[in-house]
């Protein structure tokens, strides 16, 4: 497979970039891995955030080494606990939430924070609203 | 107390925005197109509420929070208890004795299986396809997320909602519930207090 276009669809927003999908993987560049959710590779591991993985001694997930050295997405996203759905014929991964990151979060009882516009446009987020009593109603039209 | 009210609507304002409009409201009624809030509470179901105090913690997760007895032959309840309830919290806080106990609200708290992550994954990656021109490619991923988490009405509904449900998914909302023969449409109401 050549190069293409890819479109990521995280948790809360979609991003493209450019990657080599070969069997079931994606692989990236260090610069549109960064992209694909933040990952960032350094010597101690991949980092997002304060969070750093250690790549394990000889994960499939990644190859080549120095500058050519590339990252699947998909293996590193399992690698995670995150689930991954793709359509290769629309070159669109969606790559989701662990359930156990979800569940943890769950359980501290704080409520998950979120960012969402109005029909004007304009972002509200939860937190902002910290010292009143919040009643979050979620309906649909559908 | 401020009210957020959440819309999980795929088509986003295009198919939410009449109904606010028409509600004319005075609290923050936000869009989210890709169910974001959906996946973070693991909803399965609307209208859901969830009771955040003071301090951002849940003190009620996820319930059934219909605002008045339209569907109370779905519901089984009678919702004006529960908007009671509601204004007892309002006015009583933490000493509301509807804001239930740290371990009750673990016992609810409708924690996510591995499956349901990747049901979210895929719906994700459907409403792609769908919002993108591929309303074909989208329906058997619609399919694998109602199959992956079969007790999400919201998966169903919306993909039913996107497109014909009777020439795409050979069913529609009255078969459904019709096929539940008595079982719950959503998981009953236990106010306790």
Known sequence: ?142 | MTVITVALDSAGAVAAGEFIRAAKPTHPSLIDAHYEVARAYNMVNVPTAVWIDEEGRIVRPNEMAFADNRWIEYTKFDMTRYLAAIRDWAERGSKSAYVLEAKERRKRLPLPTAEHAMAAATFRLAEHLHETGHADAAVPLFKRAQALQPESWCFKRQAWALTDAERYYGTNFQKEVAALAGRPYYTPLDLGG
Do not use: N
């Open chain 1, 1 to 142: 497979m050549g190069a293409l276009t890819a479109v990521i669809l995280l948790p809360d927003r979609a991003v493209t970039v450019t990657g080599e999908a070969e069997a079931d993987a994606l692989w990236l560049a260090p610069a549109e891995l960064a992209k694909a959710g933040g990952w960032e590779l350094k010597p101690e591991g991949l980092c997002r955030g304060s969070l750093c993985v250690p790549v394990p001694q000889g994960a499939s997930w990644v190859r080549g080494r120095g500058g050519d050295v590339r990252v699947d997405l998909v293996g590193l996203s399992r690698h995670m606990g995150q689930p991954v759905a793709a359509s290769l014929e629309h070159a669109a991964w969606s790559v989701g939430l662990a359930a156990e990151d979800v569940a943890d979060r769950l359980r501290s009882l704080d409520a998950p924070d979120f960012s969402l516009p109005d029909l004007d446009g304009r972002t509200h987020t939860l937190s902002s609203f910290r010292s009143r009593k919040v009643f979050l109603l979620a309906w649909a039209s559908w």
